[in-house]
């Protein structure tokens, strides 16, 4: 679990957030931060349609208010994407969004 994981500013990426955070932890590899906020290291953090923020959100400190449906429709281009198309592909986007696996 972190102990302590940046507030997203209004409008901003997840990926920018998680960048926040290495610096902010003083990781040297991208790999270490990966494994503190993904539990692995084979995690492809992504701009636009990130993938594992179900893996993500678990890994976050208790008191958060931050959930799946907060990362993906606030700070990444989900919305931005799926606005045309059908609602069965949105969806499917948005579970393999919250899955761990890639």
Same mark, same amino acid.
């Given at each position: ?24 932890a003083? *990781?040297?590899f ?16 992504? &701009? %636009? #349609? +990130? ?11 208790? *008191? ?14 989900y919305?931005?994407?799926? &606005? %045309? #198309? +059908? ?16």
């Amino acid at each position: 679990m972190i102990i302590q994981f940046p507030t997203p500013y209004p409008d901003e990426l997840l990926y920018s957030v998680i960048s926040r955070y290495h610096v902010r932890a003083g *990781n040297v590899f991208w790999k270490h931060t990966l494994e503190d906020l993904f539990g692995k290291r084979t995690i492809s953090a992504s &701009v %636009f #349609l +990130p993938s594992g923020i179900g893996s993500l959100v678990q890994h976050l400190p208790k *008191n958060t208010t931050l959930n799946e449906q907060i990362f993906i429709e606030k700070h990444t281009m989900y919305p931005f994407y799926t &606005v %045309f #198309l +059908p609602t069965e592909k949105a969806q499917s986007i948005y579970e393999s969004m919250t899955s761990e696996y890639e």
